[in-house]
């Protein structure tokens, strides 16, 4: 019987360290996931670049009236987008950090310095391209 106990006791132990090495969380985004990060990445590129059909493209139409003061900008630098809480077929929503710097003698609306944004992608439906269609300062921290 203390036999059986030790055998069966290793059993579990062997299928205890199995059982734990499947609860990982696969740390690598999915494809949508990750679709919808690079057009976080070519907003904050099209930004610095002062491109402006490019910052277009990827934000979208309910929001025509954004000033983007490109001629008052010298450089935006993203350091860094982690994934938000809403992850869905057609929402995303991710935190970019990022630095921003005004040419000397120009005062624009985003104040410079290091910045921490929301930004919410949607779309249509999973055959639709991603568009920004919400972003600015996180005010839950």
């Known amino acids: ?13 062997v299928a205890a360290l199995l059982l734990a090495g499947c609860g990982t969380a696969d740390t690598k985004p999915s494809g949508d996931q990750a679709r919808a990060e690079q057009v976080v990445r070519d907003y904050f590129r099209y930004w610095n670049e002062k491109n402006l059909a490019g910052l277009q493209r990827v934000t979208n ?36 950090t990022f630095d921003i710097k005004a040419k000397p003698g120009m005062f624009m609306t985003v104040e410079d310095g290091r910045h921490i944004w929301k930004i919410v992608l949607t779309r249509e439906n999973t055959d639709a391209p991603w568009i920004m269609t919400d972003w600015g300062p996180v005010l839950d921290e």
């Open 1 to 13: 019987m203390n036999k059986r106990y030790c055998v069966l006791m290793s059993l579990c132990a």
């Open 61 to 96: 139409l309910y929001q025509p009236n954004v000033e983007w003061e490109l001629d008052k900008l010298e450089s935006v630098n993203l350091v860094s987008v982690t994934p938000g809480k809403v992850h869905t077929n057609t929402r995303q929503s991710f935190r970019a």
